[in-house]
T-cell receptor, first 115, second 113 residues
């Protein structure tokens, strides 16, 4: 398996533009997580899905952020409109949840810079 | 919210020495996991310890868990330059069937050659 695949790896955009981050989880993993990492706030959980259903989106900072998981093999995180404070590394992770005692697998992240 | 808090924030050691870092958490847990992050990369799982376990080993890694103190430690023995990375603990809430992982702020380890 290729692991969790995120695209793009780097994104530079102007303030006010729409940004879409993409994630393909590992096949067979039924939970998917979106995290944001910054120096100031560390790793923050934004939202997680179980069996394609959003379970907890309490970490989504504002209405400008939205996430979808239309099927088991694809998820998007959208920011519209983007702001400079959204600059961060965004990670997608997936996990097989046959029990609580499973590990999460992370993608390589998308480094977003909003200028 | 970040459940786990690592200590120290940063650690610098000589190659061959042992590195110890600690993690404290607030609520009951199902398990506690440690992850490593190399600069510019995603997190990689190292080891998982269940709430009913007290110690676990994997290669040069040793993890302990004290649920009465809500704390865990990660020991890396005979460190190598390749161990230079940030290390995070993560917990799964034991109060519910919730699969989300909450991460601490991490310990940055630098191993000097």
């Amino acid at each position: 398996d290729a692991g969790v695949i995120q695209s793009p790896r780097h994104e530079v955009t102007e303030m006010g533009q729409e940004v879409t981050l993409r994630c393909k989880p590992i096949s067979g993993h039924n939970s998917l997580f979106w995290y944001r990492q910054t120096m100031m706030r560390g790793l923050e959980l934004l939202i997680y899905f179980n069996n394609n259903v959003p379970i907890d989106d309490s970490g989504m900072p504002e209405d400008r952020f939205s996430a979808k998981m239309p099927n088991a093999s694809f998820s998007t995180l959208k920011i519209q409109p983007s702001e400079p404070r959204d600059s961060a590394v965004y990670f997608c992770a997936s996990r097989r949840t046959v029990s609580m005692n499973t590990e999460a697998f992370f993608g390589q992240g998308t480094r977003l810079t909003v200028v | 919210s970040q459940q786990g808090e690592e200590d120290p924030q940063a650690l610098s050691i000589q190659e061959g020495e042992n590195a110890t870092m600690n993690c404290s958490y607030k609520t009951s847990i199902n398990n506690l996991q440690w992850y490593r992050q190399n600069s510019g990369r995603g997190l990689v799982h190292l080891i998982l310890i269940r709430s009913n376990e007290r110690e676990k080993h994997s290669g040069r890694l040793r993890v302990t868990l004290d649920t009465s103190k809500k704390s865990s430690s990660l020991l890396i023995t005979a460190s190598r330059a390749a161990d230079t990375a940030s290390y995070f603990c993560a917990t799964t809430d034991g109060r519910s069937n919730d699969y989300k992982l909450s991460f601490g702020a991490g310990t940055t380890v630098t191993v000097r050659a």
